[in-house]
């Protein structure tokens, strides 16, 4: 397989000289820069060629009516878009009288570069205009970790071999438009030019621009200054102005060879609904002087130190395979770039990176995202889980809408409200709502933070237990059953006891039973009294299990194993994913899975399984996975480590680490995966790391594959850094102060003393069986052949 764009393979940042038109978009999704509440993609800084101009801020969406074919009870009447805000990024250059176009004149050298310890992007090129001028262009960029409202772009040009006049337009462009934002074209019309405006304004070398949006009235401002310097004896002459959708400074200069002209521009943003506009101008603007006065440097020294705080636990380091070690850190680096700043705002599935799903927020922010992030930048674990609990009143009122007790968040959403259409495969998905509450659970056990669970966390596990006890029913013998749900795997739908949802809501049950006797008078606030609590504990340990006694299996919901099996053999590879070439009655029928579901719960609820349970599991669901989702992998990799499959995992590691950097899903370019990024580090840590989190603790099992001869990761425990050093024979542990703390590896308990490295060896590993089998053509993608050179 040839590699979209041929990426460098530094360690510690990601790079690509030249432009390829072809692939502009992809390109733009991998340099994107955010801080969880600005989002750029990464652009050139001219504008054009572009292949999608990207500019958001987190929770700003357009209203849009929902259309059906045939409408229903229940059915959202309203939904929910990300938009375009007014772009600051683009700067224009003139080189007397030719624009920089990379497509026009000779483009001798050219080169982006992301790096993940600065935290900004960097651009370098020469260029010699149609009338033989060359200049060197050398831009730097950010999204401020620091200052949530704030981006900027340092801007140098110099002559290189005659004098020129350049010309610098530095703009803030609103209402730029999102390729094919809706198939229907009530929607289209709506989203094609979502804000209105409200005003422009100028002052000096700034100007800022205020909108609305015309249905969920959200107002955005959007301010910009600058500071001109330059080594040419020649004055700058420098003007601003501004209309309803543009300002620009325009900033122009006589050059001689090896004179600069170098342009700060600092970017402020500000938004909401309850805002007047001399307000939000008040706050776009107060943003961007408090960062100019601390200029460039100032900036880009906080930026550096934000990441080196993040760095000093989340890094993983990885020997073997440099292609790897700069996937895993792009991934954590993308993932925190997600959050660092969301500040009780959602992660959407493409982050800030992209319009992909409509910028909306799914189940696997919890299950795959906020893992990462409670182990490696809490703060950030628990500011998304404060939105969480700020759009209860939402969940709450679609519990009353479905006839349930107790609160049903929204499968896909902006705000809270559900934005989803397809009953089947959103609201029938309840498992959502025990993802979060097992977020909350993960997050309390590893930080110890009291505080969240009286505030928010114990009122989540509250309202989702109730939803439970309302959602399911006890049969004659007493066993708890939830039927008419779906689970993870998107081509199965309206099933009786799923077992993934059924334990998951085991755990909810039992995780609400000990928060609320942990803070009986919060929870007498909320109503709860013994009863109640008894009754989810009852309920809990009646939780119906399906098991299929003659294949020695779990179902991965009641009946599944008894269905007809997909006739992969005569499925070719043309025809994945399924659902673009097949309808989804014959898939929901028949034993195929787009993604691990039966799998997934084999990790996440590992202690419900024995081991022999999880091969013989792992071995069947295999045969039926095509992975359609880019969620897959990385759980498969898991479980293969798990069972003894090393090899194979390391192959579905491969593939997890290559979803966007080699755009194996052809859709890259309408932003990056954020939970699949997250998968990477799940498939180190929890796969070749073997870590598993429980109530009763941490515990490892380690072993590498023979790709990978090492591998050092950290996690945060309790406000301290655990790290664990894996080589193929041992691995050493360390906990970084306080108290001493207690983990099993390989079932044997260690004690780690504070600052002190225990080191223990690994088992060796009893035979596994033979290499499970993958449906026909999709075996995962072979480790040494995704990380080649070439091809």
């Not at 730097?140 to 970790?145: C, I, N, Q, Y």
């Not at 013998?477 to 309206?494: K, L, M, N, Q």
């Not at 406000?719 to 108290?739: F, K, M, N, Q, W």
Request: aromatic share 8%.
């Amino acid at each position: 397989m040839t590699r979209a764009l041929p990426f460098d393979t530094s360690p510690w940042s990601i790079g690509l000289t030249g432009v390829d038109d072809d692939h502009l978009a992809h390109r733009e999704s991998v340099f994107s820069l955010s801080n969880g509440n600005i989002g750029w993609r990464g652009l050139l800084d001219e504008g054009e060629p572009h292949g999608i101009p990207g500019s958001y801020l987190a929770g700003v969406f357009e209203e849009h009516p929902m259309p059906y074919a045939e409408g229903g009870y229940g059915y959202p009447d309203t939904g929910q878009s990300v938009i375009n805000v007014p772009n600051g990024q683009i700067l224009r250059l003139t080189v007397d009288d030719d624009p920089l176009d990379v497509r026009t004149g000779t483009l001798r050298a050219h080169e982006q570069r992301l790096d993940f310890r600065s935290g900004t992007l960097e651009r370098n090129l020469t260029w010699t205009s149609p009338a033989d001028r060359t200049v060197h262009v050398r831009t730097r960029r950010l999204v401020s970790l620091r200052h949530r409202a704030v981006a900027a772009v340092r801007y140098e040009v110099e002559a290189v071999d005659r004098p020129v006049t350049v010309t610098v337009q530095s703009e803030l462009v609103a209402n730029e438009p999102l390729p094919e934002p809706h198939p229907d074209l009530r929607v289209q019309k709506i989203l094609q030019h979502p804000l209105q405006t409200i005003g422009a304004f100028v002052l000096d070398h700034a100007a800022t621009l205020v909108h609305e949006t015309r249905n969920s009235r959200f107002g955005v401002a959007v301010a910009m200054q600058h500071r001109v310097a330059t080594t040419a004896d020649a004055v700058p002459e420098v003007h601003t102005e501004a209309s309803d959708d543009l300002a620009r400074t325009t900033v122009t200069v006589r050059l001689e060879p090896g004179e600069r002209l170098d342009l700060l521009k600092i970017v402020g943003h500000a938004w909401g609904r309850e805002l007047s506009a001399p307000a939000l101008r008040d706050r776009a603007e107060g943003a961007v002087a408090d960062v100019l006065r601390g200029g460039w440097d100032r900036l880009a020294d906080e930026q550096r130190g934000c990441l080196d705080d993040y760095w000093a636990c989340a890094d993983v380091r990885i020997d073997g395979e440099p292609r790897l070690q700069q996937a895993v850190r792009f991934a954590l680096f993308s993932v925190f770039q997600a959050s660092a700043r969301a500040e009780v705002r959602s992660v959407p599935g493409k982050g800030l990176t992209g319009a992909g799903y409509a910028g909306h927020t799914f189940w696997d922010a919890e299950a795959f995202v906020l893992p990462v992030l409670t182990a490696t930048a809490p703060d950030a674990a628990r500011e998304a889980l404060r939105w969480r609990h700020a759009t209860l009143d939402h969940a709450r009122g679609r519990a009353r809408e479905l006839h349930l007790r107790g609160a049903a968040f929204a499968w896909r959403t902006i705000d809270g409200r559900e934005s989803s259409g397809y009953w089947p495969a959103s609201t029938a998905a309840f498992h959502l709502n025990a993802d979060i509450a097992g977020a909350v659970m993960r997050y309390v056990r590893a930080t110890g933070d009291t505080d969240f669970e009286r505030e928010a966390g114990l009122e989540i596990l509250v309202e989702t237990a109730r939803l439970w006890m309302s959602l399911g029913h006890h049969d004659a013998d007493g066993r708890f059953h939830i039927d008419g749900v779906t689970g993870p795997d998107e081509y199965s739908a309206i099933v009786d006891d799923n077992v993934f949802t059924n334990l998951a809501a085991r755990d909810n049950l039992r995780g609400a039973v000990d928060a609320a006797r942990r803070h009986p008078d919060i929870a007498r606030g909320f109503g709860v009294d013994d009863g109640e609590i008894g009754g989810w504990a009852l309920t809990a340990d009646a939780v119906h299990i399906p098991f299929d006694h003659a294949r020695g299996v779990h179902p991965q919901s009641a009946g599944f194993t008894d269905r007809e099996r997909w006739d992969f053999a005569g499925t070719g590879p043309e025809e994945y994913p399924l659902q673009d070439h097949h309808p989804y009655f014959d898939l929901y029928r028949k034993q195929v899975l787009k993604q691990a579901d039966l799998v997934l719960a084999l990790y996440f609820f590992s202690d419900a399984f024995t081991a022999d349970e999880k091969a013989r599991a792992f071995r069947y669901y295999e045969a039926l996975t095509v992975r359609d989702s880019s969620l897959s992998a990385a759980v498969q990799a898991v479980i293969a480590a798990e069972v003894g499959h090393l090899d194979l995992a390391a192959d579905y590691l491969a593939e997890a680490a290559t979803v966007d950097l080699d755009d194996l899903h052809d859709n890259t370019e309408e932003g990056l995966h954020i939970a699949s990024l997250a998968g990477i580090w799940t498939a180190l840590t929890a796969g070749f790391g073997g870590m598993r989190d429980s109530p009763g603790g941490l515990r490892f099992a380690p072993r590498l594959p023979s790709q990978i001869t090492g591998m050092a990761f950290g996690i945060r425990v309790h406000g301290r850094t655990l790290r664990v050093d894996v080589t193929p024979d041992a691995t050493t542990y360390r906990i970084s102060a306080g108290e001493s703390l207690t983990i099993q590896h390989f079932g044997q308990e260690v004690v780690l003393a504070p600052d002190t490295a225990v080191t223990v060896p690994t088992p060796p590993l009893s035979d596994p069986g033979e290499r499970p089998v993958q449906p026909r053509s999709r075996e995962p993608r072979d480790f040494t052949q995704a990380f080649a050179t070439e091809g």
